[in-house]
């Protein structure tokens, strides 16, 4: 069983950044970042294969966002640059057991997830 606990969320202004992070206890074989807006479903914005360096991201973040992990493996980031207001949204970390297609981005490739942290970006 994984347990994974995010936080640095926060209400920033539009062009301003963030860094989320989420602590994971137990193995993972990959970890993402999703996001759900009020009313829309939920996106797989990033991943990352934790026994690699590989990473997958979601058209809407490439290029602002970057996922990263620490040398313990235990825990991931989520550095976000340039936000705008459609960034906002409850985001949430996961984790994929063995196996998994975790380069989807689909939330049915992952088994753990955490309690979501709020960012809120205004214009």
């Known amino acids: 069983q994984v347990q994974l606990v995010e936080s640095g969320g926060a209400s920033v202004q539009a062009g301003g950044s963030l860094r989320l992070a989420c602590s994971a206890s137990?193995?993972?074989?990959?970890m993402a970042w999703f996001r759900q807006a009020p009313g829309k479903e939920r996106e797989g914005i990033a991943a990352?294969?934790?026994?690699?360096?590989?990473?997958k991201y979601a058209d809407s973040v490439k290029g602002r966002f970057t996922i990263s992990q620490d040398n313990g493996k235990d825990t991931i980031y989520l550095q976000m640059n340039d936000l705008k207001p459609e960034d906002t949204g409850m985001y949430y970390c996961?984790?994929?057991?063995?196996?998994?297609?975790?380069?989807?981005?689909?939330?049915?490739?992952?088994?753990?997830w955490g309690q979501g942290t709020q960012v809120t970006v205004s214009s």
């Open positions: 990352k294969d934790t026994g690699g360096i590989t990473t």
């Open positions: 996961a984790a994929g057991a063995w196996g998994r297609r975790w380069f989807l981005l689909s939330a049915k490739e992952y088994d753990y």
């Open positions: 137990g193995t993972t074989y990959s």
